[in-house]
């Protein structure tokens, strides 16, 4: 009977350790994505809503937290209030090359040559206005600026620890953030691949 105790025991406290982390952070890659997209294009960032005022914590609840590291049981890990890490170097470097580049492109997104893809990217809607060197300028443009783009999709999964499989879903959000940003008058591609004007 010992025995049986004494393992079930074990098997309770080794199934209470265990701690899942099935969470990918949307509403903070939004976040991040609307962040990043108004410094790269230079537009003001919308005024976030009023919060309510910080509660006072009730007396022991520091020790409650506290002690909650140490509890046994499973626990999720969920991250509510997260907020991911868009400011390493490697991101700044980014950034401040698809902000530079970005002066370059905007004329382009104005007269309806460019326009913001269904993944995340710039693409080149209609460049039959363009003299053969501007199109081949613009298209050393277009592949500079979107391997930025990639990059920074990828150094943001690779800073905030979420893993290369995150990408597509940081890249989906991002897409959908570029297409919102997108100015009236500007193009931009539906999730159908289809040019639609904004």
């Known amino acids: 009977m010992r025995k049986l105790f004494v393992s079930t025991l074990a098997m309770w406290l080794i199934a209470s350790c ?3 982390n099935v969470y990918f952070p949307a509403a903070a890659a939004q976040k991040a994505a609307d962040a990043i997209i108004n410094d790269i294009q230079g537009t003001a960032p919308a005024q976030p809503p009023e919060q309510a005022p910080a509660q006072t914590p ?4 520091w020790l409650r937290d506290k002690l909650r590291q140490f509890s046994l049981g499973a626990s999720v890990a969920v991250a509510a209030e997260m907020d991911l890490q868009i400011s390493t170097p490697a991101i700044k470097a980014v950034r401040e090359s ?5 002066a370059q492109l905007r ?3 104005e007269s309806g040559v ?6 995340g990217l710039i693409g080149i809607r ?3 206005s363009l ?4 199109r081949a300028t613009l298209t050393t443009l277009v592949m500079q600026q979107n391997r930025d783009l ?3 999709y990828e150094e943001i999964a690779k800073a905030n620890k979420l893993g290369p499989d995150a990408v597509p879903s940081l890249q989906k959000i991002f897409a959908d953030r570029w297409r919102a940003h997108a100015r009236p008058g500007r193009w931009i591609q539906n999730d159908d691949g289809k040019w639609v004007q904004k």
């Open 18 to 20: 265990v701690t899942v």
């Open 58 to 61: 009730k007396p022991g609840s």
């Open 98 to 102: 698809l902000k530079a580049r970005y």
């Open 107 to 109: 004329p382009y997104f």
């Open 114 to 119: 460019l326009g913001n893809t269904n993944n």
């Open 126 to 128: 209609d460049a039959s």
């Open 131 to 134: 003299s053969l060197k501007d």
């Open 150 to 152: 990639q990059t920074l």
